[in-house]
């Protein structure tokens, strides 16, 4: 059974960088057919996709993050990173990664991490 | 903001049905990409629950079901349950936004 596991800091301090990683689990990170992504979840509110990361190393990122966020992969310990630079409170949430699975017009997140909390605040 | 809207609660009685609505617009589920839905019970992590429009993955009940058409999308559980209380969120794709997009989410609430 695929497994995913986020790691990180919990707490980062307003302009710096936000770091977490995914560690997977039960599946190559390299086997052909899925992206690993990112998406958060703002304390009681609702659902954003950050971006993901083909198995080939391309990526692409919601364009509402510009050039903040960068997402790499790690295939000797299988495992994604996420680093968002230039961190305000308003990135406080919970980050969760994510196997992005489908094709043609249907691509949907099939298994989830726990998630973690990443706390903006000096 | 999202581009995909649901109603903020939607309630029943043990034994009844339910249902919430995903509307879009052209340049999302009018376009032809398919809704997929997903259950976050409290303090979890969100899970598949539909994907393509009305397909269940192994594991969920057929208590669940998806339809969509035109713009919009439903997610209906029949025979509530108490473990069915949950949020249910919404996601596709949207080509004006070159991006996958969630619902603003449902909070059921079984009386």
């Known amino acids: 059974q695929l497994q995913l596991q986020e790691s990180g800091s919990g707490l980062v301090k307003p302009s710096q960088t936000l770091s977490l990683t995914c560690a997977v689990s039960g599946d190559s990170i390299s086997s052909g057919g899925y992206s690993w992504s990112w998406i958060r979840q703002p304390p009681g509110k609702g659902l954003e996709w950050i971006g993901y990361?083909?198995?080939?190393?391309?990526?692409y990122y919601n364009p509402s993050f510009k050039s903040r966020v960068t997402i790499s992969v790690d295939r000797s310990k299988n495992q994604f990173s996420l680093k968002l630079s230039s961190v305000t409170a308003a990135d406080t949430a919970v980050y969760y990664c994510?196997?992005?699975?489908?094709?043609?017009?249907?691509?949907?997140?099939?298994?989830w991490g726990q998630g973690t909390l990443v706390t903006v605040s000096s | 903001q999202s581009v995909l809207t649901q109603p903020p609660s939607v309630s029943g009685a043990p034994g009844q049905r339910a249902t919430i609505s995903c509307t879009g617009s052209?340049?999302?589920?009018?376009?032809?990409?398919?809704v997929h839905w997903y259950q976050q019970l409290p303090g979890t992590a969100p899970k598949l629950l539909i994907y393509?429009?009305?397909n269940r993955p192994s594991g969920v009940p057929d208590r669940f079901s998806g339809s969509k058409s035109g713009t919009s999308a439903s997610l209906a559980i029949t025979g509530l349950q108490a473990e069915d209380e949950a949020d249910y969120y919404c996601?596709?794709?949207?080509?004006?936004?070159?991006?996958?997009?969630f619902g603003t989410g449902t909070k059921v609430t079984v009386l």
């Open positions: 990361i083909y198995h080939s190393g391309s990526t």
């Open positions: 052209s340049s999302n589920i009018g376009a032809g990409y398919d």
């Open positions: 996601q596709s794709y949207d080509s004006s936004l070159s991006g996958y997009v």
């Open positions: 393509g429009n009305s």
């Open positions: 994510a196997r992005l699975k489908g094709s043609s017009s249907a691509y949907y997140f099939d298994f």
